[in-house]
């Protein structure tokens, strides 16, 4: 995902379509717009696990790619071609650490022993390290609300993934991934924030330039030690149609859209909720288990992100 559009356009940029799309968007209450991260970022651990039944991880990571950045060229050619160079530069540096090393981490965790859920549940502990981030880095103010809901959302969090915190056979070095995965996003995540009205760069464009910085990024990688040239089976397609339009666009696009609307620990509070939301999607696609724990970890999480929403804003 990548960054946000604020309302203002560059210099030179066409703002009609642009603008359309923001009065869309802002008509929105953003609770329903968090509802939809939710189910979009969530969707994409789901999207990981089938895709290993049909191809490499990283070359449907990089199919998905181009098939994001062939989709939206039509809409966006005439925003990057007016758009600077540094603020291209500075959304495909953003691109690479919220795209590119946060899915790279976690997939090659997964692809190394590690179980998906584990990395799953150290990657959303991106509230905290969001936090920290925010208040260490840019002495961002949270009060003892803020604190308190991202405590209890956490908790919720580990009790969802209770099932899953046992080592496997993975070499120890590879459940260090999923951190380094968590603090990319979250330092891109405060990095879009504090820069997003000195950046701005309309959503569309945001997206395309993300995914072509993680085209070219994955492309290296399964060029190198990999399958580069896609496998032509209706799951591979499945499963590269379902990383570009619900894990990416939805994802990524709700994400930071919503980061434009509010602040980087609200929006990552909301990721909380989104181990609950992949189990059910894992119950709904492949049979998987509910549990009333799970319930149990699903409603603390939920209180906790509510106590975050309701807190006064950062300063």
Known sequence: ??????????????????????????????????????LAWSSGFIGMRFTTDHAPVFTVLLWRC????????????????????????HHAGIGLLSMTLYLACVARAIELGVSSGFAALIADLMPIGTALLATIVFRARLNARVWAGLAIGLVGVVIVGHDVLALGDAPLWAYALPFVSMLA??????????????????????????????????????????QLMPVLTPGFA???LWMA???????????????????????????YLSPGATVIWAWAMFGEPLSWLIAAGVA????????????????
């Open 66 to 89: 181009v098939l994001v950045g062939i989709a939206l060229l039509p809409w966006v050619i005439r925003s990057l071609r007016a758009a600077p160079a540094s603020v291209l530069l």
């Open 300 to 315: 603390i999480s939920a209180a906790g992100v509510w106590l975050v929403i309701r807190a006064k804003p950062e300063a």
């Open 238 to 240: 499945a499963a590269t």
């Open 1 to 38: 995902m990548t960054a946000t559009a604020s309302h203002a356009a560059p210099h030179g940029q066409a703002k009609r379509p642009a603008s359309r799309l923001h009065r869309l968007i802002d008509t929105l209450p953003l609770l329903v717009l968090e509802a939809g991260l939710i």
């Open 185 to 226: 996003l979250a330092v891109a995540t405060v990095w879009q924030k504090r820069t997003q009205h000195a950046h701005a760069l309309g959503l569309l464009p945001t997206l395309w330039v993300q995914c072509m910085i993680s085209g070219v990024a994955f492309g290296a990688v399964v060029a190198y030690d990999g």
């Open 245 to 271: 339009l619900p894990a990416t666009l939805g994802g990524y696009g709700l994400y930071w859209i919503c980061l434009r609307r509010s602040s980087p620990t609200r929006v990552a509070s909301v990721l």
